[in-house]
């Protein structure tokens, strides 16, 4: 009988705490940090505007350092101009114990941000295509173009008859 009801509780449901161990507790830390960064980056692009926060992230803030990651070493030399405009902001939205901007270059930054974008563009380019009233001005205008010229404008007017065949 002591076996028989081994067997059945053997397949009892289990409280997900039980069975998971110590994952739950992983995965409500990491859902912490995500929403941290989250909060982080919007503080940022509020700081730097649009145009610059697209090339730039917030890598993380560790004791009172925040890392900031730019696309090229241009744009960390100009974003390590407006480190104090930086720290006042985040100063302001909460990080008292904030003490210092760090500008590193990685330029994976920006491909992390903007992989929506380059989707939606790439599309857009997919379904361009020339008029042949736009290749007939091409041929007419390298009639009179120098050589090289004439050559790169006869090579784009050649695009126009295939896109139409298409």
């Known amino acids: 009988m002591g076996s028989k ?3 059945k509780n053997r397949y009892n449901p289990k409280p997900l705490d039980e069975v998971m161990g ?3 507790d992983k995965l409500n830390q990491y859902g912490q940090k995500s929403a941290q960064a989250a909060q982080l980056q919007s503080c940022l692009e509020d700081t730097l505007g649009p145009i610059l926060s697209k090339k730039c992230r917030v890598a993380h803030y560790k004791e009172g350092t925040l890392t900031i990651e730019a696309a090229s070493a241009t744009l960390a030399t100009r974003l390590n101009f407006l480190k104090m405009d ?3 902001a985040f100063r302001k939205v909460g990080l008292h114990d904030c003490a210092l901007v760090k500008i590193t270059t990685n ?3 920006q491909q992390r941000l ?3 974008v380059e989707s939606q563009s790439s599309t857009y380019q997919a ?3 020339m008029s042949q009233a736009t ?3 091409l041929l007419a205008l390298a009639q009179s173009a120098p050589p090289s010229l004439k050559a790169k404008l006869e090579r784009l ?3 126009a008859n295939t896109t139409q065949k298409k």
């Open 5 to 7: 009801s081994l067997a």
């Open 22 to 24: 110590g994952w739950s």
């Open 86 to 88: 930086i720290l006042s």
């Open 107 to 109: 330029p994976e930054a």
């Open 114 to 116: 903007t992989n929506k």
């Open 127 to 129: 379904n361009r295509s």
């Open 135 to 137: 290749g007939e001005h």
């Open 157 to 159: 007017a050649k695009h």
